[in-house]
Nanobody, 115 residues
Framework: VQLVESGGGLVQPGGSLKLSCEGS????????MRWYRQAPGKERELVAG????????NYANSVKGRFTISRDNAKNMLYLEMNSLKPEDTAVYYC?????????WGQGTQVTVSS
């Protein structure tokens, strides 16, 4: 089982990034997929989640209206489009796959928002 995130980097405040997460080794379409993040010295927090393509999505209050989660089950891909980025969005971003008692983490990708 693997979850591999990509797309992180350094961006100026107000800028945009799109993160990707590719899953392999499991039936991607059956799993609820989520994005989490962890800033230095802080606990890991849920950013966004969705179960089915086109289905209900949930977001942390801090990112509502700025971030969009999406998935493409045909490609085993999860995405997080991040707009109007703020310095407080700086963190390592992780994708997570959940199905019943099964849960997998990716290795994370660093997002730094700074001028």
């Amino acid at each position: 089982v693997q979850l591999v995130e990509s797309g992180g980097g350094l961006v100026q405040p107000g800028g945009s990034l799109k993160l990707s997460c590719e899953g392999s080794g499991f039936t991607f379409s059956r799993f609820e997929m989520r994005w989490y993040r962890q800033a230095p010295g802080k606990e890991r927090e849920l950013v966004a989640g969705m179960l089915l393509p086109g289905g209900r999505r949930n977001y942390a209050n801090s990112v509502k209206g700025r971030f969009t989660i999406s998935r493409d089950n045909a490609k085993n891909m999860l995405y997080l489009e991040m707009n109007s980025l703020k310095p407080e969005d700086t963190a390592v971003y992780y994708c997570r796959a959940i199905y019943g008692s099964l849960a997998y983490w990716g290795q994370g990708t660093q997002v730094t928002v700074s001028s």
